[in-house]
């Protein structure tokens, strides 16, 4: 892998050397800069086939890239490309073909590259993302592989090139345009015997890994857990030589860390040539401030996976190793995680998790192998495997109670030991004991949150979000669940629908969400909408459209719960826009999520209620802890959703931690419909100093 970068503007030629030095990392086997009249392009390579130097030149035509493709050759020979490489075989494909969906179906690999043609300029990246690319169009246009090679040279407003969009900048109009791909559907489940579909699963599973063997010294990032153990089966059984790498905390003060645990008796049962890195605490913090900066992102989960990984991949690279195998994205096809078992459509969930990959796991893990000059390979991330993946009925995912049911059964069938196959999933961060070592850091540096000390190492970074507002207990629960965690929170949109029967929007008591902005110290944007079925989701897109060329927002933070119809049209809208999506109560238990948000200190109020067990005396009171014990009990006893998420009721925040000012109502009525149904009518509030 390689790493990349382009400047079309005034100013380009010592801000293409200072933003390639950022990347250099990513490639010591060469680099080279092309500079035109009025533009730059960079490479830097790091070389697995054939070293051929980029960028690529031919007449006006210029060409970067950072790429793995696995049927070059077979591309080569079909039309007749007479490439050296993968890279130039891209070049000259596209010479002959138009940059389209259609086109970049035919490439089995990852890539992330720039083609320029002479008067238009293409990015496009590998449709799940693995391979990073990130771009600016403000006073010129700029990419780049690492968002901090942008940062280096004063680009502001850096986006990251959506993997599901091909992105066309026209260099004579000064205009972007972006292009819709196709992605993986979960609409077809096969109808095949499980035998059979353990055999394709199995199969698909070994040309995965067969493919991505190199012809350089590499190794495997070695966790003890199904999809490492199996990956390095697979590699004994083909004949291959390599090294797992486990890195753990060591603390004589805790327990064996159990990635350690069973990291060591799979290696002794299989035979596999394990080296273990133990790293004391005293050493953990000099890891961190190299992490953070290099993942651009002082996020808990992300630096709790990031330590180990990071640890193992400088071991690597000790050790002469070009490339390193990891098992992710094992559960997002195979359906590995807690949010799988909580859905009614799993397929359809994964589908989801795999959406967010690329933000959520990939561009770390990237960064940390390259930064270590090592190539990460996914084989559990091929895209025949994961198209196939989609299409395994439910039921062989999630089997009396089991996660990844079906590759856990693939393990067994090819010889893995009981004891192994059926690991329960640890995540990297606990398994290595590494998350206790953040909280004795943060506990030893006087902070209350890991957040708050990691955030030292990177101060002023994080997205801009707007929030999603609808004056009720999930939205504004959720906005403060981001700000916790210290992500920016730039502006509110409100929606206020005419409809009070939207299928999409809250409307009860909507007109004080610009009190609970004002309370929060929030810009607020309210946007209005007849509330027409799907028709109101262009009123959304608008607002949000709005939102980000006004407040500059790269994401937006919802309430969602449990509804799919909301979220998944929310997602939608972003992933149209390149936006980021972040719902942090999503699949959060109900009841758990209802004592937690008065555990934090908001106060809240019912304004609506539409369901059995519920009556008039529930509006307009601060609802306890003691009301939560009451509607547990209704949940019992006739189904009543704890968090009213089924409609049974609507509320309304007037305090919380995160307010400076509080609301008061001063004038209100209810309106009974009948015994089970009423609305409080709020006609007079105020803000209030606290």
Request: charge should be neutral; aromatic fraction near 10%; hydrophobic fraction near 40%.
């Amino acid at each position: 892998m390689c790493g990349i970068i382009g400047i079309y503007a005034k100013e380009h030629v010592k801000q293409i050397e200072a933003g390639l030095k950022v990347i250099l990392p990513r490639g010591q086997d060469a680099q080279k800069i092309i500079n035109k009249k009025n533009f730059s392009i960079g490479h830097c390579l790091h070389s697995i086939v054939e070293r051929v130097e980029q960028p690529f030149q031919d007449e006006e035509k210029f060409f970067t890239s950072n790429c793995e493709i696995y049927n070059w050759e077979e591309l080569n020979k079909k039309h007749s490309l007479n490439a050296q490489n993968d890279s130039e075989m891209i070049f000259k494909f596209l010479q002959v073909k138009i940059v389209s969906n259609e086109t970049l179906s035919e490439l089995d690999g990852v890539y992330a590259f720039a083609y320029d043609d002479g008067e238009k300029v293409w990015l496009a990246r590998d449709i799940i993302g693995i391979k990073p690319l990130w771009y600016s169009h403000s006073d010129g246009f700029y990419f780049a592989s690492e968002k901090k090679a942008l940062e280096k040279i004063g680009v502001v407003n850096i986006q990251e090139l959506n993997p599901r969009k091909i992105l066309c900048y026209n260099k004579v109009k000064d205009k972007l345009e972006l292009t819709e791909r196709s992605f993986f559907t979960a609409n077809n489940e096969t109808k095949s015997s499980f035998e059979k579909i353990k055999t394709r699963t199995s199969e698909l599973i070994d040309s995965a890994v067969k493919k991505r063997i190199p012809n350089r010294k590499f190794g495997v990032l070695f966790s003890g857990g199904i999809d490492s153990t199996y990956i390095s089966y697979l590699l004994k059984k083909f004949g291959q030589s390599f090294i797992c790498y486990t890195a753990v905390l060591d603390d004589p003060a805790l327990k064996k860390p159990q990635d350690l645990e069973y990291a060591e008796m799979i290696a002794k049962e299989l035979g596999f040539d394990l080296k273990v890195i133990k790293i004391p605490l005293a050493r953990v913090e000099g890891y961190i401030k190299k992490i953070i900066p290099l993942i651009e992102d002082y996020n808990v989960i992300k630096v709790g996976v990031a330590l180990p990984f990071y640890v193992a991949c400088e071991e690597a690279k000790k050790d002469g190793c070009k490339v390193l195998f990891s098992g992710l994205g094992s559960e997002e096809i195979f359906a590995g995680y807690a949010r799988h078992k909580e859905s009614i459509n799993i397929n359809r969930e994964c589908v989801s998790g795999l959406i967010k990959l690329y933000e959520r796991d990939l561009y770390r893990d990237d960064v940390v192998t390259m930064h270590n000059q090592i190539e990460l390979r996914l084989p559990l991330l091929d895209k025949t495997l994961v198209e196939y993946a989609l299409t395994i009925p439910s039921k062989y995912k999630l089997y009396d109670g089991v996660e990844k049911y079906v590759l856990r059964q693939i393990t067994l069938d090819n010889g893995m030991p009981e004891l192994f196959a059926n690991r329960k999933k640890k995540a990297a961060q606990y398994g290595s004991n590494f998350h206790k070592a953040l909280d004795k850091l943060t506990k030893k540096n006087g902070f209350k949150l890991k957040s708050e000390y990691l955030r030292q190492f990177y101060p002023g970074h994080n997205y801009k979000l707007g929030a999603l507002l609808s004056t009720g207990k999930d939205s504004v629960y959720a906005l403060y669940t981001m700000q916790k965690q210290k992500y920016n929170v730039a502006c509110t949109i409100t929606i206020d629908s005419s409809n009070e029967d939207s299928y999409m929007f809250h409307t009860p008591a909507i007109e004080l969400a610009a009190m609970q902005s004002e309370a929060m110290g929030l810009p607020h944007l309210v946007w209005k909408t007849n509330g027409e079925k799907e028709k109101e989701l262009d009123d959304l897109r608008d607002a949000i459209v709005y939102a980000k060329e006004k407040y500059q927002i790269e994401g937006i933070i919802t309430g969602a719960l449990f509804s799919n119809y909301q979220r998944e049209r929310v997602e939608k809208i972003c992933d149209e826009l390149s936006l980021k999506i972040f719902n942090p109560l999503w699949h959060i238990n109900q009841e758990t999520e209802m004592r937690e948000v008065i555990r934090e200190g908001f106060e809240f109020i019912m304004v609506k209620i539409a369901a059995e067990g519920l009556n008039k005396s529930w509006l307009n009171k601060i609802i306890t802890q003691k009301d939560i014990d009451n509607l547990s009990a209704l949940n019992d006893k006739v189904g009543l959703n704890i968090a009213g998420e089924g409609g049974e009721f609507e509320s309304l925040v007037l305090d919380g931690p995160n307010f400076t000012k509080k609301i008061v109502l001063e004038d209100v009525f209810i309106n009974e419909e009948d015994e089970m149904t009423a609305t409080l009518i709020i006609k007079k509030a105020k803000l209030v100093e606290k």
